[in-house]
């Protein structure tokens, strides 16, 4: 075969190569771009909390708790259904929590020294709730048959300065404040500072709280599938 005949055979068969490799360059490219989607959702959506129990160990020491009150309590907070449902730049946060443990163990660490049986411990729990949510504009709140539930409402997304505000301070219970407790208590306005870290959206604001403290609040949430 002669040297332009090798050249014509040879040409094409390169360009196919080139091309196949182009392709599959391009379409591991998309796949990279698709992953990468994935791993970082958008804000909007329904998000769950995540390591509450973390959350609150730090809320109760910060708060004046003793670490043994931290360290047998917290995981029972790990009971508590709470999200966060963002639609354009509306955001609404709502927990349902079930404190029946949570009440039982309290009681038999300390709280039976004030209280002659659970019964009168949980009513008075109960009291201390729904007292806490008196005359709240942006709040609905219930506690029956020992299920706390919460819509704080009137949340509000700003995307550009990475922040979600609501008009009060979230309850956790009743006990603890969902933020910098001050002595306005739940009647706070709060601004929390945001990020998205791989499929995790974080919360943080920090302050000083009613104990002229200075006090950091995270919180964690994955982001809950259509």
């Not at 591991?28 to 771009?33: A, K, P």
């Not at 769950?48 to 730090?58: A, G, I, N, Q, R």
């Not at 709502?94 to 049986?117: H, I, M, P, Q, W």
């Amino acid at each position: 075969m002669s040297k332009k005949g090798i050249k014509r055979y040879i040409l094409p068969v390169f360009l196919s190569f080139a091309c196949v490799l182009s392709g599959c360059s391009q379409s591991n490219s998309n796949n990279g771009n698709n992953t990468s989607q994935e791993e970082n959702p958008t804000i909007e959506g329904t998000w769950k909390v995540k390591d509450f129990s973390e959350t609150v160990y730090k809320i109760i020491i910060d708060m004046g708790g003793s670490e043994e009150r931290a360290q047998a309590l917290k995981d029972y907070y790990n009971n508590i259904d709470l999200k966060l449902t963002i639609k354009d730049k509306d955001v609404v946060m709502t927990n349902r929590f079930d404190v029946k443990d949570l009440l039982e163990a309290d009681f038999k660490r300390s709280g039976y020294k004030r209280y002659k049986d659970i019964e009168h411990y949980t009513k008075n729990r109960e009291l201390m709730f729904k007292t806490s949510q008196k005359n709240l504009e942006h709040t609905e709140s219930s506690f029956e048959n020992n299920v706390i539930n919460i819509k704080l409402k009137d949340g509000v997304l700003d995307t550009d300065k990475q922040t979600i505000s609501f008009q009060e301070t979230p309850t956790i219970d009743g006990l603890y404040t969902l933020g910098i407790e001050t002595k306005k208590l739940e009647k706070e306005p709060i601004t929390f500072n945001y990020k998205i870290e791989g499929k995790e959206l974080i919360l943080t604001v920090s302050g000083k709280n009613r104990k002229d403290k200075d006090q950091t609040v995270v919180i964690k949430f994955t982001k809950e599938k259509n």
